[in-house]
């Protein structure tokens, strides 16, 4: 007695695949997305930590702290002074950090 299998044989499911248009799925050879966390703003903060890198810190409200960064984690910085206080400066509050000197370097003010 010979039955007939119901399932394909894997030739004619690779042929299948390889002649199925993908209008929705992936495309071969293209370029994975980049990774969401690249983990810059973490290398950026060690090395300015590790350097002991005089900074000048500029708020939001346009004031401008300077000493060296001594600790970071997600939401704060600390800021290390020499006589004055440290600080623990919340980072939603930062506008921009820029190494303290470099203002001279790019002739003047860096204030907008």
């Not at 894997?10 to 050879?29: A, C, M, S, Y």
């Not at 293209?30 to 990774?35: D, E, R, S, V």
């Not at 350097?51 to 810190?57: K, L, N, Q, Y």
């Not at 001594?70 to 704060?76: A, Q």
Request: net charge positive.
């Amino acid at each position: 007695m010979n039955r007939k299998l119901f399932r394909p044989t894997l030739t004619e499911v690779k042929d299948q695949q390889i002649n199925r248009p993908r209008p929705n799925g992936p495309q071969p050879h293209k370029k994975p997305a980049p990774p969401e966390q690249t983990h810059a703003e973490n290398f950026y903060w060690v090395k300015q930590m590790q350097a002991h890198t005089p900074v000048v810190v500029v708020l939001t409200d346009g004031e401008t702290l300077r000493g060296s960064i001594e600790w970071y984690d997600r939401d704060c910085i600390k800021l290390t002074r020499m006589g004055n206080p440290n600080l623990l400066i919340y980072k939603q509050v930062v506008k921009y950090v820029y190494k303290d000197g470099e203002e001279a370097a790019l002739g003047g003010s860096s204030e907008m």
